[in-house]
Nanobody
């Protein structure tokens, strides 16, 4: 069983910033793509961003220019920096590890999810 451990969620006002972190086992982190999904109440899970082991990044149109995905291979950690947050960004955010780039991304493992709430 592979465990991805997330942290960094919370409550933030519109226009604010948060950074999510996700740590994965070293045995999988360096060889595969990492991705962030989110799921708002009553909605389907949405792929937000991916980063390959070669640091190629892709984003959903709804977050492009506001969110930045990055990874630190030495720490087996992937980050999601979220700026200019909007109420519609409110969701549970999930870290994942899988294969593919973005449109063909197929997750194998998941984190437990971390709540992000954007509200005044």
């Amino acid at each position: 069983q592979v465990h991805l451990v997330e942290s960094g969620g919370g409550l933030v006002q519109p226009g604010g910033s948060l950074r999510l972190s996700c740590t994965a086992p070293g045995s999988i982190f360096s060889i595969d793509t990492m991705g962030w999904y989110r799921q708002a109440p009553g909605q389907q899970r949405e792929l937000v961003a991916t980063i390959t082991r070669r640091l190629s990044t892709n984003y959903a149109a709804s977050v492009k220019g506001r969110f930045t995905i990055s990874r630190d291979n030495a720490k087996n950690t992937v980050y999601l920096q979220m700026n200019s947050l909007k109420p519609e960004d409110t969701a549970v955010y999930y870290c994942s590890q899988g294969v593919g780039y973005y449109s063909d991304y197929n997750p194998n493992y998941w984190g437990q999810g971390t709540q992000v709430t954007v509200s005044s």
